[in-house]
C-alpha cells in the first residue's frame, strides 16, 4: 500500500478536507490554505515542509488518521450502539431565543450553546466558521466574543468549503478559554492534537459539532449563482440554508435581486452534491469524538416541509452532558422529548449505510495501491463482517471507479 511521505500525498489522493490544521501548526509563511480549480480547499507549500513539520501533520490530519471518542472521555454511564458509538443521552432540543431558532439551518442548538457558554463566561470566545462579509459564498473561521458577533457572522450551515482550523494556533496563543464549533474531521484533529499540546485541554474546554452529510465543492455554488446569471462580486447575500428549517437556498445581489431554491430541489438528490472524495471514505461523519453533536430530525432522511425548527441531541461526554443541563437551566435551551437510537438512525439512514460501507471503501483504495485513512475505536470493520458480502463488493468496486476521479 502507498504511504504518505509528502503532503501532496495526502491532496492527490483525496485525503485532504480543507480543514486548516497544516497551516495552523506551521504558518502561512510556509503552507497556505487555498482553493483550487475543482472547488475544494486544499494546503499550498509556500516554502519547503520540514520532515518535523511534516510529522507533526500527519499526527492530526483527519486525512491521516482519525479516532473515536477518547477512552477517558466513556465512564460507566456511557451508552454504546455499534453504528453510533458511544453516548449519554439522545433528545430533541432547540434555542429558546426565537431569532436564532429562525435563523439557524434547525433549532438553533449550536448557537443556543454557544450563547450561553459566552453570556455564562465559561469561554471567552468561541472558534466557527461563518460568512466571509466580502465574499458570502465563501467561509471564514472567526471568533465570536458575543450575541452581536455570534448572530451576524452568517455561521448557519456553511455547506461550502471551509477551513475552520486555520485560526486554531492562534487561538491557543491567546491563552483564554474557548469552545469550538465545526465539523467531526475538524474535532478529530483537535483530540489528536491535544495529545501533542497540552495547550489544546487547557484552553479548549468544549468541542461541539454537527452531524455530516459532507459539503459541496465550491464549483456547486457556482452553478447555483450562475443559473440565474449572477456573478460571485455581485452577491450581497449567500445563505444554504436557514430562515426557517430546512429554509431556502437563497442569494440576494447588490441591485437587490433575490434568488432562492428549495431544500430539496438543491439537496434532494445525493448524486448531484458534488462532495469531495474524503466525505466519500468518512469513517466519522457522526461527531464520535465531540462533546455534543446536533442533527436533522427528518424521519426518513429528508424534509416535507418547513417547521419550527428542531434539532436531535446526541450528548457523548459528561462535559457535554453538564453544558445541556446548564444552558436548560438558564433557559437558552428546551428540551424536548428523549429519542432512542432507532429514532436517530431513521432520521440518518445515510449515516447508517455511510458508516456500514466504509471499511470495504477503504479496501478499495488499499487495493488500489491507495493510502487511506488509519482508524482507532470506529468499530467500521465489526460493521464490515456483519455485511452482506454483496455489499461489501459492491462498496468496495464502488469506490476503485472513483478513484481516477479524486
Same mark, same amino acid.
Not at 57 to 75: F, M, S, Y
Not at 108 to 120: F, I, R
Not at 305 to 326: K, M, P
Given at each position: 500500500m502507498s504511504e504518505i511521505n509528502s503532503l501532496s500525498d495526502i491532496t492527490k489522493n483525496g485525503l485532504c478536507i480543507g480543514c486548516g490544521i497544516c497551516e495552523s501548526i506551521v504558518g502561512r509563511e510556509t503552507i497556505k490554505i487555498s482553493m483550487t480549480k475543482k472547488g475544494r480547499l486544499e494546503p499550498q507549500e509556500i516554502s519547503p515542509l520540514s520532515n518535523e513539520n511534516l510529522n507533526k501533520?500527519?499526527?492530526?490530519?483527519?486525512?491521516?488518521?482519525?479516532?473515536?471518542?477518547?477512552?477517558?472521555?466513556?465512564?460507566k454511564n456511557s451508552k454504546f450502539d455499534l453504528i453510533w458509538g458511544y453516548y449519554h443521552s439522545l433528545f430533541y432540543s432547540w434555542s429558546t431565543d426565537s431569532k436564532i431558532r429562525f435563523q439557524s439551518s434547525t433549532?438553533?442548538?449550536?448557537?443556543?450553546?454557544?450563547?450561553?457558554?459566552?453570556?455564562?463566561?465559561?469561554?471567552?470566545?468561541?472558534l466557527h466558521t461563518g460568512t466571509d462579509p466580502q465574499k458570502p459564498m465563501r467561509s471564514i473561521?472567526?471568533?465570536?466574543?458575543?450575541?452581536? @458577533?455570534?448572530?451576524?457572522?452568517?455561521?448557519? =450551515?456553511?455547506? &461550502?468549503?471551509? +477551513?475552520?482550523?486555520?485560526?486554531?494556533?492562534e487561538a491557543l496563543d491567546l491563552n483564554q478559554p474557548f469552545a469550538f464549533v465545526g465539523k467531526p474531521c475538524d474535532i478529530s484533529a483537535i483530540r489528536q492534537l491535544s495529545k501533542i499540546d497540552g495547550?489544546?485541554?487547557?484552553?479548549?474546554?468544549?468541542?461541539?459539532t454537527l452531524v455530516c452529510g459532507g459539503f459541496g465543492e465550491f464549483t456547486k455554488s457556482q452553478d447555483f449563482i450562475e443559473s440565474f446569471n449572477v456573478k460571485e462580486e455581485n452577491l450581497e447575500i449567500f445563505r444554504y440554508r436557514g430562515n426557517g428549517n430546512p429554509g431556502k437556498m437563497y442569494i440576494k445581489t447588490d441591485?437587490? @435581486?433575490?434568488?432562492?431554491?428549495?431544500?430539496? =430541489?438543491?439537496? &434532494?438528490?445525493? +448524486?448531484?452534491?458534488?462532495?469531495?472524495?474524503r466525505c466519500k471514505i468518512c469513517p466519522d461523519a457522526i461527531g464520535e469524538s465531540a462533546d455534543v453533536a446536533a442533527l436533522d430530525t427528518w424521519?426518513?432522511?429528508?424534509?416535507?416541509?418547513?417547521?419550527?425548527?428542531?434539532?436531535?441531541?446526541?450528548?457523548?461526554?459528561?462535559?457535554?452532558?453538564?453544558?445541556?443541563?446548564?444552558?436548560?437551566?438558564?433557559?437558552?435551551i428546551k428540551k424536548g422529548n428523549s429519542l432512542s437510537i432507532e429514532e436517530i438512525s431513521d432520521?440518518?439512514?445515510?449515516?447508517?449505510?455511510?458508516?456500514?460501507?466504509?471499511?470495504?471503501?477503504?479496501?478499495?483504495?488499499?487495493?488500489?495501491?491507495?493510502?487511506?485513512?488509519?482508524?482507532?475505536?470506529?468499530?467500521i470493520k465489526e460493521l464490515y463482517d456483519l455485511n452482506d458480502k454483496e455489499f461489501n463488493i459492491k462498496e468496495e468496486e464502488g469506490i476503485s471507479k472513483r478513484v481516477d476521479k479524486i
Open positions: 501533520i500527519k499526527k492530526v490530519c483527519p486525512g491521516v488518521l482519525v479516532e473515536g471518542l477518547p477512552k477517558n472521555e466513556i465512564n433549532g438553533g442548538l449550536l448557537n443556543g450553546l454557544s450563547l450561553y457558554l459566552l453570556e455564562s463566561k465559561k469561554v471567552n470566545f468561541i473561521s472567526k471568533y465570536s466574543h458575543n450575541k452581536n @458577533e455570534l448572530l451576524s457572522s452568517g455561521s448557519c =450551515s456553511r455547506y &461550502g468549503p471551509a +477551513s475552520p482550523l486555520d485560526k486554531f494556533h495547550r489544546v485541554n487547557e484552553s479548549c474546554k468544549y468541542l461541539l441591485t437587490g @435581486e433575490e434568488y432562492d431554491k428549495d431544500y430539496n =430541489s438543491f439537496w &434532494g438528490e445525493e +448524486s448531484t452534491w458534488r462532495v469531495p472524495f424521519p426518513g432522511g429528508s424534509p416535507i416541509g418547513e417547521d419550527e425548527g428542531f434539532n436531535a441531541a446526541i450528548v457523548r461526554t459528561q462535559r457535554g452532558l453538564e453544558l445541556l443541563n446548564n444552558a436548560i437551566d438558564a433557559g437558552y432520521f440518518q439512514p445515510h449515516q447508517v449505510k455511510k458508516k456500514q460501507a466504509v471499511f470495504a471503501r477503504h479496501q478499495g483504495m488499499k487495493k488500489n495501491n491507495l493510502p487511506t485513512i488509519e482508524t482507532t475505536g470506529l468499530r
